[in-house]
Nanobody, 127 residues
């Protein structure tokens, strides 16, 4: 079993910054990739960013590239998402996920590749 707990969400003004953390615990032997997804109200959940556990390789969806950064801590038990220049379109519940996607990077965005999910943390970008 793998447990993921997100933290760091909150209210931020447009143009502001926010950092999210995902605390990972349990048996992570089967985990190859950690990822962040988000879901805006009334919309489908969307892939945001991913990091490969073995070598730290990263991938991002186009709308956040250059603004968001996914990273691991030295113990590899926390995965962070640093976000800058936030806009209202970044509003949503952000979820941490862990798994082994079938294809890298062509299938890294598929939710079915992730077996473990956190409960989510709300990010609201508003004036």
């Amino acid at each position: 079993q793998v447990r993921l707990v997100e933290s760091g969400g909150g209210l931020v003004q447009p143009g502001g910054s926010l950092s999210l953390s995902c605390e990972v615990s349990g048996n992570t032997n089967s985990v190859r990739v950690m990822a962040w997804f988000r879901q805006a109200a009334g919309q489908e959940r969307e892939y945001v960013a991913a990091i490969r556990q073995r070598d730290g390789g990263t991938w991002y969806t186009g709308s956040v590239k250059g603004r968001f950064r996914i990273s691991r801590d030295r113990a590899e038990n926390i995965v962070d998402l640093q976000m800058i220049n936030l806009g209202t379109d970044d509003t949503g519940v952000y979820y941490c996920a862990a798994g082994a996607p079938a294809g890298l990077p062509e299938r890294i965005w598929e939710e079915e590749g992730y077996d473990y999910w956190g409960q989510g943390t709300q990010v609201t970008v508003s004036s």
